[in-house]
Nanobody, 120 residues
Framework: QVQLVESGGGLVQPGGSLRLSCAAS????????MKWYRQAPAKERELAAT????????NYADSVKDRFTISRDNAKKTVYLQMNSLKPEDTAVYYC?????????????WGQGTQVTVSS
């Protein structure tokens, strides 16, 4: 079955960096666009970054542009989110996301999330 397992979250001071990883299994990873979402306390889940199947195109929310970098290693079936110049407002649970088409229907899968806390 499809599994997405995030790791790499933690507590970091403002201005610091973290690298999140999402290990995927149960589907042909190299065929699918992958996304990172985040959800801050008492806020709706928001899209942070997107990367196409071949890694050739990326897109970012304005709030993270020029600070975060999404990348992927199709051989390792892993997508990454490098987060630099972190701010307290980046504090959130970060989720890996994929939408897979099977039998003509899309199904969305989420990882369990990894907590990122930016605080001094």
């Amino acid at each position: 079955q499809v599994q997405l397992v995030e790791s790499g979250g933690g507590l970091v001071q403002p201005g610091g960096s973290l690298r999140l990883s999402c290990a995927a299994s149960g589907f042909t990873f190299s065929m699918y666009t992958m996304k990172w979402y985040r959800q801050a306390p008492a806020k709706e889940r928001e899209l942070a970054a997107t990367i196409t199947a071949d890694g050739g195109s990326t897109n970012y929310a304005d709030s993270v542009k020029d600070r975060f970098t999404i990348s992927r290693d199709n051989a390792k079936k892993t997508v990454y989110l490098q987060m630099n110049s972190l701010k307290p407002e980046d504090t959130a649970v970060y989720y890996c996301y994929v939408r897979i088409w099977r039998d003509g229907r899309p199904t969305v899968y989420w990882g369990q999330g990894t907590q990122v806390t930016v605080s001094s």
